[in-house]
């Protein structure tokens, strides 16, 4: 049976130009070929600048560097000791380990209060200044960026990791996540994105039984719940605002009327909303002098919804009279 911890190797990275070798390490999966991918990306690979500054060297002069596996399917410690070997063998001044015991550099507690004590209180060359760049350099830091390769390149999340992200995102708004500035320029480029685009049936089919059975999380919450009092109306405000000026079509119109018809308040906009209408049009209504008018047919005299629909052309004396 074969031994699950027998799962490292060690490794050299190799100049192509000289076919040399000029780093030894060991590692387990795709590590040999982190040091490459982090430099790509501007990253300092364990603190080791010497590394960093020949692996961009050799990227910048388009020189290949070869990834090859020296010893393989070991245990960690025994990895170890062959690197430690290796390059002691090769010898240390002609490669760009840190140690020759592949143990790096750590710095004491004492040694990182002394660093940071040394940098506070200076102030970056940079700060509060803009436009401080040439064009030529603009470009070339365009450049350099472009040709970043992402460090997930070739990788896949785990299902425990997914989860763990999904969870730590739950609940919570793009401000939330992104900070308030972000999340009004990621909302922005999503509408611009989306806009003039119309989404296939398949797609739409798609969607629809995805979404089958789920019960949101925001139901039965109004939304002074979910935003509070203040918030809501600001969104009220803006949807009232979006909305002015909007002349639906005939076709529409006859659409939104088919579906209303038959239905109370409560069944068109739920007990809460409907409560809130009668309120809204009671108040609207109060005070207010209503037309009083006469029938012809019996002198009686009213509020004019009620005298029409009883009176005048439905009069029962009008009736009488034709008799």
Known sequence: MENVNNIYYVYALIDSSTNTSFYIGKGKNNRMYDHVKHTKSGKISNNNRHLFNKINKLLKNDIDIKHIKLHENIEEREALRLESMTIKDIGLDKLCNMKSDGVYIEYSDEL?????????????????????????????????????????????HTKETKQKMSDGKKGKNWEELYGEKKAKTMKNNSRIAKLGTKLSQESKDKISVRHKGRISHIKGQTWNDIYGEEKSNIIRKKLSQSRKGIIFSDEHR?????????????????????????????????????????????????GKPVMYRFHFDNCKFKKTERM
């Not at 064009?135 to 390769?149: A, F, H, M, N, P």
């Open 112 to 156: 990182r209060k002394k660093m940071s004590d040394a940098h506070k209180g200076n102030i970056p060359w940079n700060k509060g200044k803009r436009n401080i760049y040439s064009d030529e350099t603009l470009e070339k830091i365009r450049i350099g960026r472009s040709k970043q390769v992402s460090g997930m390149l070739g990788r896949k």
């Open 254 to 302: 006859k659409n939104i009327s088919k579906s209303l018809k038959g239905k109370s308040f409560e069944c068109k906009f739920g007990k809460e909303k409907a409560d809130m209408i009668r309120a809204k049009m009671s108040n609207s209504k109060m005070g207010e002098v209503k037309e009083v008018v006469t029938c012809p047919h019996c002198d009686k005299s009213g």
